[in-house]
């Protein structure tokens, strides 16, 4: 992930507290936003949640009001729905058979607005869902433990994950303790530094041991790495990034 991720903690303590990075839920478009529209911006769409339905899965999220959301494959296969007056639209699917990445992208008239966010669904939902995001924390959709995931490009480290209402969460590793404020959503995330193979990290009173950087290969690729899944990928400017995903409690 980008050097600027981590920012200048990187050289001060074991573990120094990453402002979390994950905002809140965009508010309802204003006048403004739609104007902007209009002149030919348009803001990528943002998914929030995931459910499941039989064999289905059904994502929630928010975008421009009117607008056309895709999730489209590398394969060119696509999933669409329309975005309602106040922003928010639904996308049904049928559960893949493996892992599928997907990469949302907003279309109002002629314009389109790719998310710089992958969204990686793995095993067909049997395993984690989750948004991979460039220079940020990767968020989870799916039901996951207290450590959501491990970010990692080599150098530095960034865990992250969800604490029930908010409440604040102790994380351990390399014998040092922080306590994080989680956001308004629950969500945290916490700088560590690099580790030159498996170590333990310690989130919520649970346990996980990270098994280390994905190997030199190809990309994107998914795996099972440890006690959860290992995602190799590539950021922006062709940067190599790890993703490891704890499997849910």
Request: glycine fraction near 14%; aromatic fraction near 4%.
């Amino acid at each position: 992930m980008k050097r600027a991720m981590f920012g200048k903690a990187g050289t001060a303590a074991l573990l120094g507290v990453l402002a979390t990075a994950c905002a809140p839920p965009a508010a309802p478009p204003t006048v403004e936003a739609e104007s902007a529209v209009a002149a030919g911006w348009t803001r990528p769409p943002e998914i929030l949640s995931v459910q499941r339905a039989a064999a289905s899965l059904i994502f929630t999220g928010e975008a421009e009001p009117g607008a056309r959301v895709v999730l489209r494959s590398d394969s060119g296969a696509a999933y669409a729905a329309v975005a309602d007056a106040r922003g928010r639209f639904d996308i049904r699917m049928a559960a893949p058979a493996g892992d599928l990445w997907l990469r949302p992208e907003t279309q109002v008239g002629q314009d389109a607005a790719p998310s710089p966010d992958r969204l990686l669904i793995v095993a067909g939902g049997r395993g984690p869902i989750a948004i991979l995001r460039a220079g940020g924390p990767t968020r989870r959709l799916d039901r996951a433990p207290a450590l959501g995931a491990v970010d990692s490009d080599g150098r530095m480290r960034l865990a992250s994950g969800r604490a029930p209402a908010g409440a604040p969460v102790v994380v351990r590793a390399g014998g040092e303790s922080v306590r994080v404020a989680p956001d308004g959503e629950g969500r945290w995330s916490l700088m560590l530094r690099p580790s030159n193979g498996p170590d333990e990290i310690q989130a919520g009173g649970g346990r996980f041991a990270w098994p280390g950087e994905a190997d030199p290969g190809a990309s994107p690729r998914v795996e099972r790495a440890g006690q959860g899944w290992r995602i190799a990928w590539t950021g922006a400017a062709g940067a190599r990034q790890s993703t490891w995903l704890p499997d849910a409690a």
